[in-house]
């Protein structure tokens, strides 16, 4: 089987320098990839090794590369080592140990190459989702018990983290003064909700984004509350537990969840996949001449007691200049606390916080006014705008940081197996034990 070098516009330095890390990508299929590719990462050698079968997502990657090595403004100097073929992940079993894997794109292949990756002494950097399914649960716990059996570091890509009014929002939530406590809630009145809202068919401008058609399989992709539901169950937890450790086993308890299908035509599949035919894997799921993908999906669930209601859905197309939409909120003893990123916000995330009806409202301002004061250390361009008993905090927009903020975090943790928290490998097992299980309890509800 032949090795693919890189094109010729990247010098190969097969050698990296002292003290660098190897960067490892397995089978490229998403865009998010190529994200890391941005700017150079400072600690990793200049080339990466990419191990990959033939795709189309792979030239895609690699012409992105390309792309960002040649423009005129800050270019970048990555070079490729690249070997395409079936026997890859043989060749990835070659590469030394302590190097980093990082993995998009290839949803219900994740937990395959993370074995792979970590049987191999690599550090892991992936992409959500890692299991699509409950059936691959056990795997992914046992991957975890050895790479902490091995001192290796592995995280997802949770970019809502790195966002700024996200992070405000959970400061508020530990300002007691100000929220109080989280407020139990029950199943049908739940204190947390969570809520997004894709779209199938996007544009960057003016031309339609093409999907593969993997994308349209739940199987391969899995169903949404598994695929971009994972964000929500993670800012749930890392929101309302800052540092504290979670167990699937006794600190959470999925009590029900649905799913429901998006249809398309075929005209549809041909304007998104540009496939002119329903590809086999997905005849199965064609009713009526319209494929059923069942990306849309509920649960509700608890953890730690605090009742949480979680919703993923998605449509073909949005209307002209809608954008992926984000809700959450929060109900404590003191306050409501909101995050709002639809039409009326821009599609901007935007904080806002209530009194509770029983806070005597000049009291409650004070304390909120007090707080503002605090985060502005931590937020200097934070300021308020009063809208009756609620507050709008607002923060000046900032560029998307895409994963190279929380990749800077996971160095940190490689460079320093002491300082990688306890907790996050246990809260990662919890948010996906929330997904996988509303995933199975969706299908076991609706046979």
Not at 50 to 77: C, F, K, Q, V
Not at 84 to 103: H, K, S
Not at 382 to 397: A, D, Q, V, W
Request: hydrophobic share 40%.
């Amino acid at each position: 089987m032949a090795t693919f070098r890189a094109l010729a516009l990247w010098a190969i330095a097969l050698i990296p320098c002292e003290g660098q890390i190897q960067l490892i990508e397995i089978d490229p299929g998403h865009s998010h990839l190529s994200g890391l590719h941005a700017r150079m990462l400072p600690g990793l050698s200049d080339t990466v090794h990419i191990y990959s079968p033939l795709s189309a997502e792979l030239m895609a990657h690699l012409a992105a590369i390309a792309r960002n090595n040649g423009r005129a403004a800050d270019p970048t100097h990555w070079s490729v080592q690249l070997f395409a073929g079936p026997e890859y992940l043989m060749e990835l079993a070659r590469e030394p140990a302590g190097g980093i894997v990082a993995l998009s794109g290839r949803n219900a292949m994740n937990i395959r190459y993370l074995e792979a990756a970590l049987a191999g002494g690599q550090h892991v950097f992936a992409d959500k989702p890692w299991i699509v399914d409950s059936q691959a649960f056990p795997r992914l716990e046992a991957a975890l018990a050895l790479a902490r059996r091995k001192h290796l570091v592995t995280m997802d890509w949770m970019s809502l983290r790195s966002d700024a009014r996200y992070r405000l929002v959970r400061d508020v939530l530990r300002r007691e003064a100000v929220f109080g406590v989280p407020i139990p809630g029950t199943a049908d009145q739940p204190s947390v909700r969570l809520e997004n809202l894709h779209a199938m068919l996007k544009y960057s401008n003016g031309v339609p984004q093409k999907r593969p058609a993997a994308f349209l399989d739940v199987r391969q992709q899995g169903e949404g509350i598994a695929d971009v539901g994972t964000h929500l169950a993670d800012i749930a937890q890392w929101t309302l537990f800052p540092g504290r450790e979670i167990s699937y086993r006794t600190d959470i308890r999925v009590l029900r969840a649905d799913h429901s299908a998006v249809t398309l035509t075929l005209d549809q599949l041909h304007r998104l996949t540009g496939e002119s035919d329903w590809p086999a894997f997905l005849r199965d799921k064609v009713v009526d001449g319209k494929l059923e993908d069942y990306t849309n999906g509920s649960c509700e669930y608890t953890v730690k007691g605090v009742h949480v209601s979680m919703k993923s859905a998605w449509q073909f197309e949005g209307a002209p200049g809608e954008q992926d939409s984000y809700f959450t909120s929060y109900l404590g003893t003191r306050a409501l606390v909101e995050l709002r990123s639809g039409a009326k916000e821009h599609f901007v995330p935007q904080v806002y916080v209530t009194a509770s009806a029983n806070q005597p409202q000049a009291i409650w301002e004070e304390s909120l006014t007090s707080m503002v004061d605090e985060l502005r250390k931590e937020y200097p361009h934070l300021s308020t705008e009063k809208l009756g008993r609620t507050f709008h905090l607002i923060l000046p927009e900032s560029g998307a940081e895409g994963p190279q903020a929380m990749f800077k975090e996971f160095l940190g943790f490689i460079r320093d197996w002491s300082t990688f928290p306890e907790s996050e490998n246990s809260n990662l097992l919890a948010k996906y034990y929330v997904t996988t299980t509303a995933v199975a309890l969706a299908n076991r509800e609706s046979r």
